[in-house]
């Protein structure tokens, strides 16, 4: 999980916008965000230089493999979302949500623990015509008790799910919250490259993709990512 310490950056926003370029999304071209690639400054920051600023790791200014191949896959069966209330869990930079959104869910709520992904999926939102009736922000922690009570309390229709499988501990609790869920009728869809914590005994696949990507970022140029469907 990113780390929520304190940030000495005041204004996230301003942060955000003056170190990610406005780039489209290798899978959803017509989606666009802010993100980093080897022309923006966040790119180039160190750890170093991230950690004396208390900012935790941008997860959000990057579009992860199984994002893309989840929010391709709201786009190309808006069938399934028409209409639904959606939750995009440990959103990052929105891509899902927005996806969700533009396949005509009803609204989505995109949740980070990380306040400079908050503002980012503010910011990406506003990018592609959204606004805050459609898509809401939170940061609250679902896999808390207090944040799973919340869900139950008002389960949405679908979860949607990218690259949250990424350590033993984190994917035990993902599992755990999304078992409730599903008891609750809700219909959870998960994206990811067959990272080595996929769940795999609990989910069906759905639909395969190739992105391309950044060697920089991932070990490959092109990454077959899937979709797959919760069903313990």
């Known amino acids: 999980m990113p780390d929520t310490k304190q940030t000495g950056i005041a204004d996230k926003a301003a942060f955000i916008r003056g170190h990610t370029a406005i780039l489209p999304v290798p899978l959803t071209p017509d989606i666009v965000l802010h993100l980093a690639d080897d022309d923006t400054p966040l790119w180039r920051m160190s750890e170093e230089e991230l950690n004396a600023l208390g900012l935790p790791s941008p997860f959000w200014a990057f579009a992860w493999a199984g994002g893309q191949a989840l929010a391709r896959f709201c786009l190309d069966h808006s069938d399934l979302l028409s209409n639904k209330t959606v939750l995009d869990f440990a959103s990052g930079s929105g891509l899902i949500a927005i996806a969700a959104i533009q396949a ?16 980012a999926i503010r910011l990406n939102a506003a990018l592609n015509g959204l606004n805050s009736d459609q898509i809401t922000p939170s940061i609250e922690d679902c896999l808390s ?14 979860m949607l799910a990218g690259d949250v499988f990424y350590d033993a501990e984190m994917s ?21 490259p067959t990272r080595s914590y996929l769940p795999k005994n609990c989910l069906v696949e759905r639909k395969a993709y190739s992105i391309p990507r950044s060697r920089a970022l991932e070990d490959a140029e092109i990454r077959s990512t899937k979709v797959w469907q919760f069903r313990p």
């Open 104 to 119: 005509g869910a009803k609204s989505a709520l995109a949740t980070d623990i990380d306040p400079f992904a908050i503002e």
């Open 172 to 192: 035990r609790l993902v599992v755990d919250l999304m078992k409730k869920l599903h008891a609750c009728g809700t219909v959870i869809y998960v994206g990811d």
């Open 145 to 158: 008790s207090d944040g799973t009570a919340k869900l139950l309390a008002s389960p949405p229709d679908i």
